[in-house]
């Protein structure tokens, strides 16, 4: 598992402009380090880089722990590829399915 700063770029794989399978008006784009979806800039401090039977995954982290329920509820905090291509976010409370546009 790789630690990377905010600022650092999300795997290649996972950047670009993308949309909700089910809902074509929720976006999600991944510049670089930064991630904006259903049209509001994740806050988030670091991210955890691994892969583990093909999937791709990276989990958006914050340094408060104190503020991680709240975080964990309130922002995607996952965002994984599957072996098949699927790019997939999710969070405690939603889970989206998303494709390239």
Known sequence: ME??????PLPAEMQGRWVDVQDSTSKLIVRGGEIICFGEAVSYD????????GALTVSL???????????????????????????????AKFASQFERI
């Open 61 to 91: 982290k914050i340094n408060d722990q104190a503020a991680e329920d709240a975080f964990q509820r309130a922002n995607i905090t996952e965002l994984v590829i599957t072996p098949e291509g699927d790019f997939h976010a999710y969070n």
């Open 3 to 8: 630690r990377l700063d905010r600022d650092a």
């Open 46 to 53: 670091y991210k955890l880089v691994h892969t583990e039977d």
